[in-house]
């Protein structure tokens, strides 16, 4: 199984950056997704986008699109989220989710539906300042 821990979280103004990492352990194969959610202050829990880790394509849904990067480096075991241009509607609690391992990047174009995620990390906060 895997155990995921997210970090880089903080306080930022807008129009700033922040890079959130989510470090992977558990599993050594790279057949698995992992995924960005976040939920803000009041709101529902959403999915902002993925990455495989063997393939190492990505999808983001279209509010983060140009905003947002997810990159994977395998030898570190270690996914990234780096945000650029942060709005105050960005401000949320970011996790970090992985799928079971073995899984090959059959969500070509899309999100992984989220009750494919087995495995979440605690998640760190994200404060956007007006």
């Known amino acids: 199984q895997l155990q995921l821990q997210e970090s880089g979280g903080g306080s930022v103004q807008a129009g700033g950056s922040l890079r959130l990492s989510c470090a992977v352990s558990?599993?050594?194969?790279?057949?698995?997704?992992i995924g960005w959610f976040r939920q803000g202050p009041g709101k529902e829990r959403e999915g902002i986008g993925r990455?495989?880790?063997?393939?190492?394509?990505?999808y983001y849904v279209d509010s983060v699109k140009g905003r947002l990067t997810i990159s994977r480096d395998n030898a570190k075991k270690t996914v990234y989220l780096e945000m650029d241009k942060l709005k105050p509607e960005d401000t949320a609690m970011y996790y970090c989710?992985?799928?079971?391992?073995?899984?090959?990047?059959?969500?070509?174009?899309?999100?992984?539906?989220?009750?494919?995620?087995?495995?979440w990390g605690q998640g760190t906060q994200v404060t956007v300042s007006s």
């Open positions: 558990g599993y050594t194969g790279t057949n698995y997704y």
């Open positions: 990455i495989h880790m063997g393939s190492g394509l990505t």
């Open positions: 989710a992985g799928t079971r391992p073995g899984l090959a990047d059959y969500y070509a174009g899309s999100l992984v539906p989220a009750n494919q995620y087995n495995y």
